[in-house]
């Protein structure tokens, strides 16, 4: 089946330690997003790429970083997490036309810890 | 700016009843309206959406919505609830700029007790 993957679905950092979460996909979309849920809460988007178009969120903290060398993989670099950046992060996927309105695709989720 | 209000943190309702969790929104141009379904530990699932014409949406696993442009509203519905259908439910609109951009709302907690 095409879906979103994401690994490790766990992950536990320390306190100032650069972390990477990793998000594959099968279902060759051209825009990949990325996402920090807290608690619960709404999904707050970081960024986005559509192809190698990156496009960050005016809120997104230098902190966060990403990379998408391919179609198929896009990665979240967290430079030095504070306790703060503990959260839930989703990987999402969508195909953009210019004329459609598509969903979003997401993967389960990489649940991050700070220690 | 694009937003969308849930006004319900909890929607309690007993296996077999209706339910209904309320979602309003507020947008420049035309609304483009989802419904997200997420489980505990897991990733956000796609129940339907609104993009234009008839204002009652099927999707997913028996639920629909409605779309009312007089109240600004696209409520989710269930004609009758399982217990299985507890989880948290998200609405959102898509934004605008970037690419197929979602504004999530704040979530609203089902659960439907035997």
């Known amino acids: 089946d095409a879906m979103v993957i994401q690994n490790p679905r766990y992950q536990v950092t320390q306190f100032g330690k650069p972390v990477t979460l990793s998000c594959s996909q099968t279902?060759?979309?051209?825009?990949m997003y990325w996402y920090q849920q807290k608690s619960s809460q709404a999904p707050k988007l970081l960024f986005h790429?559509?192809?190698?178009?990156?496009?960050n969120e005016a809120d997104t903290p230098d902190n966060f970083q990403s990379r998408r060398p391919n179609t198929s993989f896009c990665f979240l670099d967290i430079r030095s997490p504070g306790l703060g950046d503990a959260a839930m992060y989703l990987c999402?996927?969508?195909?953009?036309?210019?004329?459609?309105?598509?969903?979003?695709?997401f993967g389960p989720g990489t649940r991050l810890t700070v220690l | 700016a694009q937003s969308v209000a849930q006004p319900e943190d909890q929607v309690n309702v007993a296996e077999g009843n209706p339910l209904t969790v309320k979602c309003t929104y507020s947008?420049?141009?035309?609304?483009?309206l989802f419904w997200y379904v997420q489980y505990p530990n897991r990733g956000l699932q796609f129940l339907l959406k609104?993009?234009?014409?008839?204002?009652l949406v099927k999707g997913s696993y028996g639920f629909e919505a409605e779309f009312n442009k007089s109240q600004t509203s696209f409520h989710l519905k269930k004609p009758s609830a399982l217990v299985s259908d507890s989880a948290l439910y998200f609405c959102?609109?898509?934004?605008?700029?970037?690419?197929?951009?979602?504004?999530f709302g704040a979530g609203t907690r089902l659960a439907v007790h035997p």
């Open positions: 947008v420049s141009g035309n609304p483009y």
């Open positions: 609104y993009i234009t014409g008839d204002n």
């Open positions: 279902l060759n979309h051209n825009v």
């Open positions: 999402a996927t969508s195909r953009y036309t210019g004329s459609g309105v598509n969903e979003q695709f």
């Open positions: 959102a609109v898509r934004g605008l700029g970037g690419y197929n951009k979602l504004i």
């Open positions: 790429y559509y192809d190698k178009d990156f496009n």
